[in-house]
């Protein structure tokens, strides 16, 4: 298979996982793959799938070695080209989408090389992803503390009760505004802000990628994320395996969703932001907190919702001088049912792209 010919079909299978990886015109994909991989590796990739599988299988599988097989899954796992799942004396390994995945598991390895071909694939291919998986990508639950005690939210909203139980809870720096800073593109906005849990959790301790904390602790650095204007994100389903607190700035999912006319249609929310415009006092503070650009000054100067634009984060509730600013809940009827687990949302997302019947 010639050099390019190997990397589009690298390029062709990842776009089958998760959100996808787009083909762009300018081919920056295939680049960032042959920065990532060499030949060999991108092939033992091709020969994987994401059920993870013992080295014995996958050596019986390619035909080669199996101290030599064993070795290179190994060294892939370690540098994040593939995932391993660790369990007693059995090691098994799969492979990842780009996002959550090798983009993610870039966080030690990134230098201003790559961070510079991760922007550029963002600008030309990223972007376009989100509207087609629907909603069941992105999630927000709301702020601490712009709930309320009439709101009565779910305990799958609620930071506090989905962090009760994990055993084991792993913080480690935000990708995009590492990304960004590297290039002196960033904000000042709190790094170590994002979350794996379970098997996700010990790949990220096995590979020194990040330090593992008690809910409590996690708690805290969640409420200081969100004192600093951070979105809250856990993924899409009943029992997530990871959360991020991520910023308008720098995320490249909220500036992807951003970009859609509509982003309320293309995030999982339960809740929305209202402003009384008896009490608004027009001071637009909440117009540039807001990270979907959702909110603007009518004609009596006083602020308003664009509930199609509201992902229901509450960013704009704590800090409002006025105490105009308020989170609601939809409608049941409004309200989208969440994957049991992360299988159930990549089928999900599979189903909305049209890749799964």
Do not use: W
Request: charge should be negative.
């Amino acid at each position: 298979m010639m050099n390019d010919d190997l990397y589009r079909s690298m390029q062709k299978k990842l776009d089958a996982y998760s959100v996808g990886f787009t083909a762009t015109e300018s081919g920056i994909e295939i680049e960032i793959l042959k920065e990532l991989f060499t030949r060999e590796e991108a092939e033992l990739f091709l020969a994987m799938s994401p059920m993870v599988e013992t080295p014995e299988s996958v050596a019986a599988r390619i035909g080669k070695p199996l101290e030599e097989t064993a070795a290179k899954l190994e060294d892939m796992a370690s540098r994040g080209l593939l995932f391993r799942l660790k369990k007693d004396s059995l090691v098994r390994y799969g492979a990842i989408p780009f996002v959550h995945g090798l983009f993610e598991f870039q966080v030690n390895r990134l230098n201003e090389k790559l961070s510079r071909m991760f922007l550029r694939y963002s600008d030309e291919g990223f972007n376009r992803a989100f509207a087609d998986v629907k909603g069941a990508f992105l999630r927000t639950i709301p702020v601490n503390e712009a709930v309320t005690p009439e709101l009565n939210i779910a305990a799958l909203d609620d930071v506090s009760k989905i962090l009760e139980g994990i055993d084991t809870i792993v913080v480690t720096e935000c990708i995009c505004r590492k990304t960004k800073n590297m290039l002196h593109q960033g904000c000042d906005a709190p790094m170590e802000t994002c979350f794996m849990f379970g098997s996700m959790a010990r790949y990220y301790l096995d590979n020194n990628m990040g330090r593992r904390v008690t809910s409590a602790e996690a708690f805290e650095i969640i409420s200081s994320a969100q004192k600093a204007g951070l979105v809250t994100q856990p993924s899409t389903s009943q029992n997530p395996n990871g959360l991020c607190n991520c910023c308008g700035d720098c995320c490249g999912v909220l500036n992807s969703v951003k970009n859609h006319p509509r982003p309320a249609e293309i995030v999982y929310t339960n809740h929305f932001s209202s402003i009384n415009a008896e009490s608004c006092s027009g001071c637009g503070d909440c117009l540039t907190r807001c990270p979907m650009g959702a909110i603007a000054l009518n004609d009596r100067g006083a602020a308003e919702v664009n509930r199609d634009r509201c992902i229901g984060c509450g960013v704009c509730v704590p800090n409002c001088p006025a105490g105009a600013a308020v989170l609601r809940a939809k409608d049941p009827a409004d309200r989208k049912p969440l994957p049991e687990n992360a299988l159930a949302q990549m089928i999900q997302m599979g189903r909305n792209r049209g890749i799964l019947a």
